[in-house]
């Protein structure tokens, strides 16, 4: 079965130091989504992809994360520099990208910032 | 703006017993409206999702979710609740029928289904 593979599972950082995460999502979609996910609530969308286009970075703070999917297919999400607010969870999702389709998730990257 | 309420932070059931996690929504056109469950350090799960059709919509593990428009809710139904249902279960719903709409989430709700 296809899945969404992200790495790493696990990551902790110091403030101050820069922090890239990667996505791969299932062959074929062409949406790739960023959610950020505290512990205990629901996940929050950062920025989504229709293929290398940015759609929505509405909520992705930009004076120190970025998000990129060059040739539309993997993409990486990166935050320089960390703070200790930025400790969560950061899903990639991907969906076919034709109508109101369901989304796939990733097992996700567990930050930790100290 | 389209949003999703789940108004209740966890839901104790004990096991054999039916269960309800009660979503409710807000959306300007269509609703396209899913349900995900998650396990400790996981990502989500896709259990059922609400397009057309159909109120009664049925999905993964014996899940199923009931679409109710006057009343703005899908909340997700079982008939009989396992301890393995344990888990947090979200609510979401897409704010238009393109790819590029966005898909947004409740708060949660925590299942605690008691042996």
């Known amino acids: 079965e296809a899945e969404v593979a992200q790495s790493p599972r696990y990551k902790i950082t110091e403030k101050s130091q820069a922090v890239a995460f990667w996505c791969d999502p299932i062959?074929?979609?062409?949406?790739l989504y960023w959610y950020r996910q505290i512990l205990g609530q629901g996940p929050e969308l950062l920025v989504q992809?229709?293929?290398?286009?940015?759609?929505?970075d509405s909520q992705l703070p930009k004076d120190r994360f970025s998000a990129e999917r060059l040739k539309g297919v993997d993409s990486t999400l990166k935050i320089q520099p960390a703070e200790l607010g930025d400790s969560a969870m950061y899903l990639c999702?991907?969906?076919?990208?034709?109508?109101?389709?369901?989304?796939?998730f990733g097992q996700g990257t567990r930050l930790t910032v100290v | 703006a389209q949003s999703v309420a789940q108004p209740e932070d966890q839901v104790n059931v004990a096991e054999g017993n039916p269960l309800t996690v009660k979503c409710t929504y807000s959306?300007?056109?269509?609703?396209?409206l899913f349900w995900y469950v998650q396990y400790p350090n996981r990502g989500l799960q896709f259990l059922l999702k609400y397009i057309t059709g159909d109120n009664l919509v049925k999905g993964s593990y014996g899940f199923e979710a009931e679409f109710n428009k006057s009343q703005t809710s899908f909340h997700l139904k079982k008939p009989s609740a396992l301890v393995s249902d344990s888990a947090l279960y979200f609510c979401?719903?897409?704010?238009?029928?393109?790819?590029?709409?966005?898909?947004?989430f409740g708060s949660g709700t925590r299942l605690s289904i008691r042996p």
């Open positions: 999702a991907s969906s076919l990208g034709r109508g109101p389709t369901e989304a796939f």
């Open positions: 959306v300007s056109g269509n609703p396209y």
């Open positions: 062959s074929g979609h062409a949406t």
């Open positions: 979401a719903v897409r704010d238009g029928y393109s790819s590029a709409s966005k898909i947004i």
């Open positions: 992809f229709q293929d290398e286009s940015v759609v929505d």
